[in-house]
């Protein structure tokens, strides 16, 4: 009966830790062997004709691979998600770039959600004191809107707001609804910015200051500085 219930929790605790320890070994790894070197907006740059060619010769595998790299970047929580977003802009378009890395983007803060609900959440609510248990509960009466908040909102992390609703007791549907709709509007200003300078590489000239005044250009980044004074609005919107 003993090496039952032993072997039965051994089970059981390496499905509650098990993709979480997955997830933690890809972070360390990323840093460990430096595959940052190979993320940049240089090398997209440097390499954007070549990318551009690849993709015209392998429309489902290039897109596949877009996919899955922009999926384990987010579930291993990785600093190369910007770069990547332009990139998909670049080689992929507004639209299709945009709808790949969308969908990609919610697959994997998936992953780190179940991970964390899976690994944490249950142990975390049974000890938590009385203001945690009352943020779950005002979080879960009104878990889409506070969702819907922090994506269209980069007050913290990407990463961060992908652990917190699974230790609160967000549902997995509503945590995908508010993952989705959230990330569109900021994933749609990065990726355009990738396709602005797309235009001007495929132009063959060399970027310089009057970059800025290309319309492809210009409108992303407008929207970039809407984007980023929305934390300000938003407080000030709070504090009265």
């Excluded at 089970?11 to 890809?26: C, H, K, T």
């Amino acid at each position: 009966m003993d090496d039952g219930a032993d072997q039965g929790g051994g089970r059981s605790g390496l499905r509650r830790w098990g993709m979480a320890a997955v997830l933690v070994v890809g972070f360390a790894a990323f840093f460990v062997f430096d595959l940052g070197r190979y993320v940049s907006l240089d090398g997209l740059a440097r390499n954007c004709e070549t990318l551009e060619s690849w993709v015209a010769d392998h429309p489902v595998l290039s897109r596949g691979t877009y996919a899955a790299a922009y999926f384990l970047a987010i579930a291993f929580s990785l600093p190369v998600g910007l770069v990547l977003t332009v990139g998909g802009g670049m080689v992929f378009g507004l639209l299709e770039g945009t709808v790949i890395t969308v969908l990609a983007a919610t697959a994997g803060a998936l992953a780190v959600f179940l991970a964390a609900r899976s690994a944490i959440g249950d142990t975390l609510r049974r000890r938590a004191g009385p203001f945690a248990k009352r943020l779950e509960r005002g979080f879960r009466e009104n878990a889409l809107s506070y969702l819907l908040v922090l994506r269209l909102v980069p007050l913290f992390p990407f990463w961060l707001v992908n652990i917190v609703p699974a230790l609160l007791g967000v549902s997995v549907r509503t945590y995908l609804v508010g993952t989705l709709v959230g990330i569109i509007p900021g994933t749609f200003v990065f990726v355009s910015v990738g396709n602005g300078l797309e235009t001007i590489i495929d132009a063959g000239r060399i970027p310089g200051l009057e970059i800025f005044l290309e319309p492809s250009v210009l409108i992303p980044i407008a929207g970039l500085s809407v984007l980023a004074l929305v934390p300000v609005a938003y407080k000030r919107l709070r504090g009265r």
